[in-house]
């Protein structure tokens, strides 16, 4: 706990300043394995597995699935579903593989409610008449 408290107090408030500059709704950091290491809001998806866990079937788990199996510089786009651990609201993830080197070592994932960069983000008390539809109308 002491060193995962070291590292959060060193890069949480550039993670959550990304997020409100860019109005995400949550920035999460995922390990080679599946587990969501970071989370800046830190909802009931934080420290779970997203490939066996209970979000594994959800739009976090299958875009983590799909950027952990992709190479250096793809980006992984799940469109707009119901999130549960966003109250049912509409999410949807954008993932990309992080390496170093040759070697996976996570992957990192921008999302929630406004991850397509929706300018009406909540919880950056900002509000707008931006939106986005998905491509089954949602």
Do not use: M, W
Not at 20 to 45: C, H, M, P, Q
Not at 72 to 93: I, K, Q, R
């Amino acid at each position: 706990p002491y060193a995962y408290n070291q590292h959060h107090a060193r890069f949480h408030p550039t993670l959550r300043a990304f997020l409100e500059s860019f109005a995400y709704y949550d920035v999460f950091l995922v390990d080679a394995r599946g587990n969501v290491i970071y989370s800046v809001f830190k909802e009931t998806d934080f420290a779970t597995n997203l490939l066996t866990g209970p979000y594994r079937d959800s739009a976090l788990g299958r875009a983590a699935a799909k950027a952990l199996q992709a190479e250096p510089g793809a980006v992984v786009l799940e469109d707009f579903a119901a999130y549960l651990p966003s109250y049912g609201a509409a999410a949807s993830f954008i993932a990309s593989p992080v390496y170093d080197g040759a070697a996976l070592i996570g992957c990192a994932v921008l999302g929630g409610a406004d991850a397509a960069g929706d300018a009406g983000c909540d919880r950056c008390g900002r509000r707008g008449a931006a939106g986005r539809v998905g491509r089954d109308g949602a």
